[in-house]
């Protein structure tokens, strides 16, 4: 549980480091085991730590991840949501959580969060668009809060929705995709060990822009399936068709899956550049997460599910 100094954090987020050291040690004292690795990776924990050491050192500074953002609510730039996502607000805030499960409601932000503990996850974050972070996120397991609502047999697909108030969220003003943003897993992929809900980040609260006061966090797929700001989880037996899917299907698939084989079609997707650096780094098959998730996808052709 030692803390090196992330080389990515430059002198002028030295705060939000001290911040962030200060935070983990009320954490660790709190007596969450595994912080860094998760108890369910159990099975994984040799590779999970060795990953998560690594990426450690390549941690992408505060600044970048809570500046450099799509959020298309605020605005569709790189620098909008940062500037425009304080009219949100975050508090009060209720989730819905209904669908095909035995035990359905609506629930205030602090009641939903209260039973979770949450822990640090080190991940990958790469975008469509070719660009990528790695971002320490605050969160836990999407699983462990689902099975709360005891899912039916029928609940083959898990569908998110984020808040629709165009006061609130401006962008939505705007047709430049269909309101709310919505975004589906399947089952099995939204009850992996891996997949987060995510409520801070460098162990601070997740700020407006970056999806505060819940996003999903999927480190295995494009960032645009990690929806933020979430009022709506809903289960259900058909495929749900995403926001990207309903504005391009020809660009943007269900599953999207994080493949430096299968291009998009306007660009390779071969490479990426990790904000803060120059150089292009290749990118990983499933981001790097194949050995916990390429099971999920085993006989499928990625190609035709992209
Ligand atoms: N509601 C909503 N969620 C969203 C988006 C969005 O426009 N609206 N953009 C997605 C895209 S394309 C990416 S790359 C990530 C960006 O997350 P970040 O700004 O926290 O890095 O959020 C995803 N979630
Ligand atoms: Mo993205």
Redesign the pocket.
């Known amino acids: 549980m030692i803390i090196r100094k992330p080389q990515a954090l430059k002198d002028h987020d030295v705060t939000d480091e001290s911040l962030y050291r200060g935070r983990r040690k009320f954490i660790k004292t709190m007596g969450a085991g595994s912080i860094l690795l998760g108890s369910s990776l159990a099975g994984n924990v040799l590779n999970a730590k060795a990953r998560q050491d690594d990426l450690k050192n390549e941690l992408t500074s505060y600044k970048d ?1 809570t500046t450099y ?5 605020f605005g569709t730039g790189k620098s909008d ?1 940062a500037k425009n996502a304080h009219t949100l607000k975050t508090s009060p805030w209720s989730v819905t959580v209904d669908g095909e499960c035995a035990k359905p409601g609506s629930f205030a932000l602090e009641d939903l969060l209260k039973p979770m503990q949450t822990e640090e996850r080190i991940y990958r ?1 790469r ?2 668009e070719g660009w990528s ?1 790695v971002i320490p996120w605050m969160g836990f397991e999407l699983g462990k809060l689902l099975k709360r609502f005891e899912p039916t047999s029928k609940a083959k697909y898990v569908y998110f929705e ?1 808040l629709l108030d165009p006061e609130q969220m401006p962008g939505q003003k705007r047709s430049v995709l269909e309101w709310p ?1 919505v975004e589906g897993l399947r089952i099995d992929e939204a009850m992996h060990p891996l997949t987060l809900l995510a409520t801070g980040i460098y162990g601070k609260d997740l700020l407006n ?3 505060a006061p819940l996003r999903l966090v999927v480190p295995w797929k494009y ?2 399936k ?4 979430i009022v709506k989880i809903h289960f259900l037996e058909e495929q749900p068709i995403s926001s990207w899917q309903k504005a391009n299907a020809v660009e943007y698939g269900f599953y999207s899956n994080v493949n430096p084989n299968v291009d998009h079609p306007r660009w390779s997707q071969k490479r990426e550049r990790r904000i803060g650096e120059f150089r292009k780094r290749k990118t990983l098959f499933l981001n790097g997460y194949a050995d916990e998730v390429a099971a999920l996808y085993k006989g499928m052709d990625l190609k035709k599910y992209y």
Not at 69 to 73: G, K, L, S
Not at 226 to 229: A, L
């Open positions: 991840i953002n799509n959020f298309y609510e949501p974050f975008c469509v972070m984020t943003y822009q970056n999806g960032g645009f990690s929806i933020k700001s």
